[in-house]
């Protein structure tokens, strides 16, 4: 499966705007953050297991749990707060 992948704040300056990334049937978001995880890197650096980070599902907050489909856009931004 193909899903757009798009990221935000401080992952955007260190791993761009976003790419393509092919996963396989029935991943999870989990499984796709594990998957760019495992390229190393800034990937692994800006990804880690330890940050926090948010995940959205073509536009809608989801966790780590939700199954992508082909197609989809993901996007992964660490939390915001506001004031």
Do not use: K, N
Not at 35 to 49: K, S
């Amino acid at each position: 499966m193909a899903v757009q992948v798009r990221y935000f704040a401080s992952l955007r300056e260190a791993l761009g705007p976003g790419e393509s990334v092919t996963i396989e049937p029935g991943a999870t978001l989990g499984q796709l953050r594990e998957a760019l995880i495992a390229r190393g890197g800034r990937h692994a650096e800006a990804l880690a297991r330890g940050r926090a980070l948010r995940c959205a599902l073509d536009q809608v907050m989801q966790d780590e749990t939700t199954p992508v489909r082909d197609g989809a856009e993901v996007a992964f931004f660490p939390p915001v707060t506001g004031g």
